[in-house]
């Protein structure tokens, strides 16, 4: 009797914690935001669109540096720029595709951000052809007498398909952006081209968010920020500096981890 009355209890305590859990989840796109070294960016949309106005990948990732400074960090990470969109690339990308060869500076389709296309776009091969790779576009937003801040929508691609808005031949992205955007700046960190780093309010917890082309994501919506070293030198012994974000914050990251893998298997079958 005893043993059943204690089972009982840990079912109780374990079901009311799930249920707060999941009150507090559901809050999360009501959560408290954060802009303390980047104050013009409040109120500023955190997502790109497409060329018909369509919602694209979210604002993930974002440098401070100058566009040399940019050059050499991601060439010494292994990241290549991506060719302009042409009809010579365009057909390279395809016969990379078909054919199953190595294309490391495939073009990439474009996004808008502030009615602009981006200004650069890296990206990293994984595999044997251009129909998985890692890759970034940036946005060039300030740079008046001070190094430029950059955002980025950085996502991995898993395939080629057919889209789901537009039934073009695009890639499809991997859902779960937040690895993507860890893998970069873990990237440009081992590199030895980041000074310091630190996070910034984006889009907003997001446990079901699709993209331009109709592909399902999930983010816990903050921007991580790189300020990059000067130069193409790596200063000898030097360190990253991370610069922890308000505890409001960080408790909502606690909170998202937890339910991470969650989003995972509903999103990465829904990509399936």
Partial sequence: M???????????????????????WAALPLAWKHYERHKGL??????TRTKQGIPGDPINFGVVGSD??????????????AKPVTMKSSLGIVGSVVLRRP?????????????????????LAEGRSADRRHHVRLWR?????????????????????????????????????DSERDFLAGALDHAGHVADDYQIS??????????????????DGDVEI??????CAVPAGAATTHHASPWP????????????????????????
């Fill in 202 to 219: 984006g889009v907003g917890p997001t446990p079901l968010g699709h993209n331009g082309g109709g592909d399902p994501y999930f983010t």
């Fill in 226 to 231: 790189e300020r990059l070293t000067t130069g």
């Fill in 103 to 123: 294309y490391p500076t495939a073009p990439v389709s474009a996004l808008y951000y502030q009615g602009r296309k981006e200004d650069l776009a890296f990206e």
């Fill in 141 to 177: 937003l300030t740079g008046d007498g001070a190094p430029p801040l950059w955002l980025g929508s950085d996502s991995f691609d898993r395939g080629v398909g057919v889209s789901h808005t537009t039934l073009r031949v695009t890639h499809h992205i991997d859902p779960d952006l």
């Fill in 2 to 24: 005893r043993l059943r009355l204690r089972h009982h209890l840990i079912a109780l305590a374990t079901l009311t914690f799930l249920a707060l859990l999941v009150g507090v």
């Fill in 42 to 47: 409040e109120g500023q949309p955190m997502v």
């Fill in 68 to 81: 040399a400074d940019l050059q050499c960090a991601f060439a010494a990470a292994g990241w290549r720029a």
């Fill in 249 to 272: 914050a960080q408790l909502r990251s606690w909170v998202w981890r937890v339910a991470r893998p969650v989003n995972r298997l509903l999103q990465g079958d829904a990509a399936n």
